[in-house]
Structure formats: C-alpha cells, structure tokens
C-alpha cells in the first residue's frame, strides 16, 4: 500500500439517537482528488468535521501523513498541514480580506515568526490568484457571495496545506462562477495538494473528481471513477429513486 | 514604523505632562479626580482586550480590581511592602484568578465565562468581608507614607504612578491589536469554529487574554488603599467598577485601543464632575444611561460612529462606494447554500 495522506477507519459520529456516520473508512493519496457526493443528511459535512477536528469522532481512527490525529483539536490538525472551507462561507467579518487570509499566514505558514511585510505580500499574493487583490482593504462582511466563496479557499491555501477540505465551495454559484471557481481548485491541485470535495452539482464533480465515494445514511455506497459511480445501482437508486 | 513612533511619542509626552502637571498644578483635588480618571482608563483598557478584542464579557471587573487592591492591603500589613512591590503582586495574583476563572470556563463558548465572571465578584467579597486581617466588613485605615522626594504630597505621587501604568496599558492593548495576536482574538470573536481551523490555538489565546486582563485590573486596584487611606469591601467591589469597566469600552468603541481611552476619559469625568456638582450617587446613574443610549443608538461606540458620519460625508465627494456603506453595517450572508444542482 502506498503512503496515503489520510487514512480514515471506520469513523462513526452520533448526534443523540441518530448516528451520522457509522464505519466510514478512506483513503486519499498524495495529490488525489477525491469528491464525495450524497443526498443531504448522508453525513458528508459531518465526514469533513470529523476529518477537519470540527467535530470528534466517537469511535474508529484518522491518520494524516502517518500522525494518528483523532483526539487532536482542529488547530493542531492546521499546523500539519491540513485546511478546510465551510459550507456556508464563515469569514472573519470584520477582518479586511487581507486580514482574513493573513491570520492562517500567521498562525500555520509561519508559526512564531515576527515577519510583517513579508506576511503582508504573502496574503496579497494569495488575493491576487484568487481575483481579490482589488478588495484587499474590504471588510469580509462586505464581499458578495462569489468573494466569500474565493476568500475561503484563500485563507485555506495561506495555511500551505497538503490536503485541502472543500464543503461545497460552489453552492449559490452561477454557472460561469462555478466554472471559475473550479478552475482556481483544479490549479491549487497542481501545485501538489490533495483535495477531498464535496459538491452536488454533478458537472462540476465529474470534471473534478479522479476518484468519487457516494454517502447514504453514514455508510460509503458506492465508490470509484466517476463514471463508474454515476453508473452504480446503488446511486442511481439514491438519486432516481428507481 | 511611523505610526509605532508617533504613538511612543503621545506616550513619552503623556507621561512627561503628568509629571509637570504634578510640580505646577496647585489645587491638590486636580489630582484626587484626575488619578479616578486615570483609573478608569486602565481598567476599560483591560477590559476591552478579552471583552472587546476576543468579545467574551466580564461582568465582574469590580472582583479584580479588589483583589489587586486587598493584594496590596495584605502586603502592607503583613511586610509593609512598597508600592512596587504591590503593584507587581497584584498583577500575579489578579491575573491568576483571571486565568483560573478562564480555565474553568473558556473551554466552553458562549455566556459562560460572563456568568462565572459575575459569581467570582460575588465569592471575592464574601470572602474579603470574612477576613479579619484586613479588617473584614468594617475596613482598615492605613496610613500614606510620606511622599518621595520630588513630590509636594503622595496623592501627586499616586497620580504619576497611575499615568505610567495607563500609559503602559495602553501600549500593551495597542501592540496587541494590531498584532498576530489581537488579529487572531478578533477571528475568535467572529467565529471560533473557522479560527480553530485557521489554526488559532483559541484555548490559550482566550486564556493568555483573560489572564492579561485580569492582571491589568488588579494593577489598576493595587494603589486604591493608599490613594484612599482606607479600604472596606463596599467601595472596593463597587458595582460602579464593574459598570464602568464595561461602559466606557462600548461607548468609546471596543474595536481599538483608543475607544476605551476616550470612553474612560469622557465618562469618569463626567462622573466626577457630577459627583461634585449634584451628587456622588447620581454617576452611577449617567453611566448608565449613557450605556443604554450608546447600545441602542451607536453600537460600535464613538469610535464607530465617527466613522460612520466621515464616511458619509465623504460618499458626497468620493465617487468610490463600497456595498455596504450605505447603512454602515456589514451584510452577512443572505443566501443559504441550495440543493439546487443536485443531480
């Protein structure tokens, strides 16, 4: 087996009488792509939580390049490379733009250095490729949805991180933003990140995903190529109810 | 850095008026009131680092600046210790409850850290009023030295030392705010969950701010003994304290190190013009009052409030216009995610 990023088994998660997931294990290797598509409440943004250290594990086990971080808290998780988006966008609202990306510069990138202006360019560099550096100085607050939806992935990437945790980035999206969007996450994959996306909108995962798990009920269904999912019994059941 | 030098400037000029004023002024209730104000100025600054910066409130202000003033009492009576001394012992001890008080609670999110904070004031004073060695429920006399050398009367002296810690306060809330560390307590406030996974360590940063602001407010106590000449638990956990502490942040505006300096500033006084034109009980009242009519009215403080009418005034001239600036408040996200491009 070759050395995988994460390595998630058999994680199960229970909200009171409910169980959101039972037994998920996966894999992702260096530089994979992997989406993950479910009908809502399958546990998807739960899987992330759980992966991410938003939320704990009850039981099962979650390595990240080889360090066993089930019990650690979400930041210490950020400082070994690990970095998410939300479902819905959560900036710092009253952080400027720059502020907002600067904050992971500081605190992951580079921990316990005193460096300002070279922090500075850093999160403008950041701002730039994502399309933002016009807005800088802007409150968060005041970003429309496409903006907050590219200043997530940005204080995402600030953390340098080797895999990168994306809860529906493109939901509320038009169709050319989508599409834009996408383009930004498929070249952060070319610099050598590996991502796990999670999405509904079937265009943008097919064209995403070298690898995609479906979730029903907290139980991995079906999994493999793209087109092998889109094919699954399983799925289409899910999906068309047929 | 031009702006750092501009501050150390004010500083160092603050600091070298307050010693003037101590060799001119003559009229020795000059420095009675302003060494209050003075007061104040600290503990609104102190405040403001966890309950402006991070947006955890303390409602027990009043405890913390009486353990660093019965810290100092103790000190007196038990070694007659000088005031540095005191001053350095009721940093340690005020900031170690703030930091006990912060373990207990801060790993929970929400009100809970304001609730103990309420409890703390009132478990302080029962037990300060149980004390018999600083004199319990009916107080203790204890006697000013005489002033050093340089210094007309020790209330001048008191008035100089209370100019430096506010002085040093502020430095100390200033560097922190536009520091990693203020940028990092502001993401707290904002939202925990996605600071966290911006790898802010939230735990220790909350408990380092708690601890600081605690430490500050027993500095601002440390020298009330003997500035007053006498302590009894009454007056030395004044709900006025606690009020107060919290007030003149918010009226000031709580998003920088400046708006609890003009809000201390402005609003002790304020009280102390009022408690010596119309009566001491009255300035609770206009603290109140005015806290009141600065939440409904300007929520962000003067500081946000100035900001606000500049703005305006500038979107008459300026053709460049930003969402949002219209009603002066950010919009939060409106649209919810959608199913809509499920398959």
């Not at chain 1, 999160?123 to 016009?134: C, I, S, V």
């Not at chain 1, 690898?211 to 190529?225: H, P, S």
């Not at chain 2, 009229?27 to 309950?51: C, D, H």
């Amino acid at each position: 087996m070759t050395a995988s990023v994460l390595a998630v088994r058999g994680v199960c998660k229970r909200f009171g009488g409910f169980a959101a997931l039972s037994g998920v294990s996966l894999q992702v290797r260096p530089t994979e792509r992997l989406g993950i598509i479910g009908p809502n409440g399958s546990g998807k943004t739960t899987l992330i939580n759980c992966i991410s250290g938003s939320a704990r594990a009850d039981a099962g086990s979650i390595d990240f390049n080889g360090v066993d971080i089930t019990r650690l808290p979400a930041h210490r998780r950020a400082h070994l490379g690990m970095a998410r988006s939300f479902q819905i966008p959560r900036p710092f609202f009253s952080l400027s733009a720059a502020e907002n990306v600067l904050v992971p510069i500081e605190y992951v990138r580079h921990r316990g250095s005193l460096h300002g202006a070279r922090d500075r360019r850093e999160a403008m560099a950041l701002l730039e490729q994502m399309g933002l550096a016009d807005k800088a100085d802007l409150p968060a607050g005041a970003l429309p949805q496409v903006d907050l939806r590219k200043l997530e992935l940005a204080r995402a990437m600030a953390a340098n991180p080797t895999l990168l945790l994306l809860d529906e980035v493109m939901a509320g999206l038009s169709s050319a933003e989508v599409d834009e969007v996408l383009d930004i996450v498929l070249t952060l994959n070319q610099q050598g990140v590996s991502i796990i996306m999670i999405e509904h909108i079937m265009r943008a995962i097919m064209r995403f995903s070298q690898r995609v798990v479906c979730l029903d009920a907290g139980q991995i269904v079906a999994e493999g190529t793209p087109a092998e999912v889109a094919e699954h019994p399983e799925v289409r059941r899910i999906y068309l109810g047929a | 850095m031009r702006g750092g030098n501009r501050f150390l400037a004010a500083a160092v000029l603050a600091i070298i008026t307050a010693v003037a004023l101590a060799q001119v002024v003559q009229n020795e209730y000059f420095f009675f009131a302003s060494y209050v104000v003075l007061q104040f100025v600290v503990l609104a600054t102190a405040w403001n680092i966890l309950g402006g910066y991070a947006g955890y409130v303390n409602f027990g202000s009043g405890a913390f600046f009486a353990v660093g003033a019965y810290t100092a009492v103790a000190l007196i009576k038990a070694i007659d210790a000088p005031l540095i001394l005191q001053l350095v012992a009721a940093f340690v001890l005020s900031g170690l409850l703030g930091f006990g008080v912060g373990a207990l609670t801060l790993r929970l999110r929400g009100i809970f850290f304001s609730i103990a904070t309420v409890a703390v004031a009132v478990i302080c004073e029962t037990a300060v009023v149980n004390w018999r060695f600083v004199g319990g429920s009916r107080g203790l006399a204890i006697l000013q030295p005489a002033a050093p050398l340089w210094f007309e009367s020790y209330t001048r002296f008191l008035f100089v030392v209370m100019a430096l810690i506010a002085v040093l306060a502020v430095a100390l809330a200033r560097y922190i705010q536009i520091s990693w560390i203020g940028r990092g307590l502001r993401a707290i406030r904002d939202d925990e969950d996605a600071a966290e996974c911006a790898g802010v360590p939230t735990l220790k940063l909350k408990l380092a701010a708690a601890a600081l602001s605690g430490a500050l407010m027993g500095v601002a106590g440390a020298p009330f003994p003997l500035y007053m000449s006498f302590i009894e638990p009454t007056s030395a956990f004044s709900l006025n304290y606690a009020v107060s502490a919290l007030a003149m942040p918010i009226i000031g505006g709580t998003s920088s190190w400046v708006g609890p300096v003009i809000g201390a500033v402005l609003l002790a006084s304020v009280q102390q013009i009022v408690t010596v034109t119309v009566s001491s009980e009255l300035n609770v009242l206009v603290v109140g009052v005015l806290l009141v009519g600065f939440v409904v009215a300007a929520p962000e403080g003067l500081l946000g409030l100035t900001a606000r009418l500049a703005r305006r005034s500038g979107l008459a001239r300026a053709s460049i216009r930003t969402p949002g600036d219209d009603t002066g408040q950010h919009p939060r996200v409106a649209e919810a995610p959608t199913d809509a491009g499920r398959p």
